[in-house]
């Protein structure tokens, strides 16, 4: 049983249509995430996205981690995506570097991005490779559900007026006529052109790579599976004048590549010659589309203003190595937005939204530091030759860059990083003096410590741990006979919702390090204890109302009989 959400969070009749609680500044992936967090709460927010259709020939984005993929799945929408990737993680799930797509395997990283045709016990869902446009067109859908939400393509954020009490906009529509809009709140998700930032007087601040690119979608209808060298996710073309990686879009014969070290903007280039490269076949090349690029790696200094906040890549912009960058803009988004409907519903106070850029800019900083060592070594995984011979130097030029190629690894296995961010010293996370968890970005070992994302587990019936999380705080118990009253007491009163959950068969679960944890609504923990005695204290430190110190609820209850019970299923 739970304390629910409230199911409308502001009358309609009598609002101003105006006037909204969130305006969404952008309809990317982290606009889309906002909304879809938000209306399913009930709360009142419009969408404003520049582009009508999603265009389709530029996939960007193609790497959706396991933990985006938990995220989707909170929402319903995981098996949604997986439906709608035109390349099932069934096909391939390794990275493969050769001398060519139709040359001579060189070595391979086996299940890189997470990718498991079969389930693992560390998370409850596997990455997936999909084009972002679909990605886009699922929550696209989804928000489309939401009767709250209201959508408007081909509108765009010109200016944002930010102030104590709410934010007027400038908005502009199809037609090219102004207006103003008001809010409570603005969400900046208009990216790295967009406007918010300029709202609140942030800043970028980093470098841009060293390295130009050109990506190149294209289909090549002589090119089929008997002439790979390998099946693969990707291909890394070594040993070529150009080097590159090259996937696939579909399974109809759309490609992917990238072009490293190729400058588009200056002369003459041709991208069917470059993919016939990087192939290492003359055959037959229709370009579709070619974007030039140089990876960038910038933070603003700043997360948020006085009622305007910044996500995704308003924030911050990654270089895809790894393919991190969309996937950082989900979880800021879901961080975000949670928090939003907690004010907006009023079981909150707005302290609780001070606790937005000390979680996630770190995480940012981290993401954007480990993907950009990935920059520095392309050239040097680039700069061999020889390496197709079939000749004894030839096999030991192959050896040698198998031994070198090492140094990629965080690339494409990088767990810790995925899932093993925490925020542990955020404002509203009690600390109970374990220690904080080492970054290792390649390892993840599933730590219960206050801020951790809650480690995950499968249950005897086949579910997932996460699937029976509330939509809003849970009070996990293990043990099955901790008092959890304070909890449902003060939850009840403050009109927290609250869901108690027994599991007092979970596996392993002394490795949790209590008998009860609270998660959030983000699936992070926020206290974890051996009794419920400061339950009142935890829950108000957890929704940013006051700031209890280290080892509350650690003091002996007396026993008093659970009022609100989930029982394992």
């Not at 395997?105 to 016990?121: C, P, V, Y």
């Not at 130009?212 to 890394?236: K, S």
């Not at 480990?370 to 995984?381: G, I, P, T, V």
């Not at 480690?455 to 901790?482: E, I, K, N, Q, V």
Request: include cysteine; proline fraction near 7%.
């Amino acid at each position: 049983m739970s304390v629910p959400y409230s199911e409308t969070t502001v009358p309609y009749s009598g609002r101003r249509p105006d006037h909204y609680p969130v305006l969404i500044a952008g309809g990317g992936p982290s606009g889309l995430a906002v909304a879809i967090e938000l209306g399913r709460a009930g709360v009142r927010c419009c969408v404003l996205e520049p582009r009508q259709d999603v265009a389709t020939d530029r996939p960007r984005a193609k790497t959706t981690s396991a933990r985006t993929m938990e995220l989707l799945r909170r929402w319903g929408l995981a098996d949604r995506v997986r439906a709608a990737a035109p390349l099932p993680v069934s096909y391939a799930q390794d990275v493969v570097f050769c001398t060519g797509l139709t040359g001579r395997e060189i070595t391979r990283f086996r299940n890189a991005f997470a990718l498991h045709a079969e389930r693992r016990d560390e998370f409850a869902e596997c990455g997936q490779q999909i084009p972002q446009p679909a990605v886009e067109a699922v929550l696209r859908e989804a928000v489309a559900e939401l009767p709250s939400v209201e959508f408007l393509g081909g509108y765009r954020l010109l200016a944002a007026e930010d102030g104590p009490h709410g934010v007027r906009a400038k908005v502009t529509g199809p037609d090219g006529r102004t207006r103003t809009l008001t809010a409570d709140y603005l969400v900046g998700c208009d990216g790295a052109s967009g406007v918010t930032r300029a709202a609140i007087g942030a800043r970028y601040a980093g470098r841009s790579g060293q390295l130009p690119n050109l990506n190149i979608t294209f289909t090549a209808p002589g090119l089929t599976e008997r002439d790979l060298c390998a099946r693969a996710v990707h291909y890394w073309v070594l040993g070529k004048e150009v080097g590159g990686i090259v996937g696939r879009m579909d399974l109809d014969g759309t490609w992917w590549a990238i072009a490293h070290g190729v400058d588009a903007t200056t002369g003459s280039v041709d991208p069917a010659a470059l993919v016939r490269e990087l192939v290492g076949a003359d055959l037959e090349v229709h370009v579709h589309a070619t974007d030039p690029w140089s990876a960038r790696m910038l933070l603003v200094d700043r997360y948020r203003g006085e009622r305007v906040f910044l996500v995704g890549d308003a924030a911050h912009l990654n270089p895809p190595w790894g393919g991190h960058g969309y996937n950082t803009c989900i979880g800021d988004a879901v961080n975000l937005a949670w928090k939003l409907v907690a004010v907006v519903q009023g079981w909150a106070g707005p302290a609780l939204l001070d606790s937005y850029e000390p979680e996630r800019r770190p995480v940012a900083e981290r993401t954007i530091a480990d993907a950009a060592a990935q920059e520095s070594r392309l050239a040097h995984a680039f700069a061999h030759d020889g390496l197709d011979a079939d000749t004894p130097a030839g096999a030991a030029g192959r050896a040698t860059v198998t031994r070198q190629l090492d140094c990629k690894r965080g690339e494409f296995h990088s767990l810790g990083l995925v899932l093993g961010y925490h925020y542990a010293g955020s404002p509203i996370v009690v600390d109970d003096g374990s220690a904080v968890p080492a970054h290792e970005p390649l390892a993840y070992h599933g730590s219960a410590r206050p801020g951790t994302r809650l480690p995950h587990r499968w249950l005897a019936d086949g579910t997932s741990l996460y699937d029976h999380l509330g939509p809003g705080f849970t009070l996990l118990r293990l043990d099955g006979t901790a008092d959890t009253t304070p909890f449902v007491r003060a939850a009840a009163e403050r009109g927290v919702p609250l869901t108690v959950l027994d599991l007092p068969h979970l596996p392993d679960a002394a490795s949790y390090g209590a008998a009860l944890l609270l998660v959030r609504p983000d699936q992070h923990i926020a206290w974890r204890g051996t009794d419920a005695a400061d339950g009142e204290a935890v829950l108000d430190a957890a929704r940013g109302t006051s700031s209890p110190g280290r080892g509350h609820g650690q003091r002996p209850a007396e026993p008093t009989a659970a009022l609100t019970r989930r029982s394992n299923p």
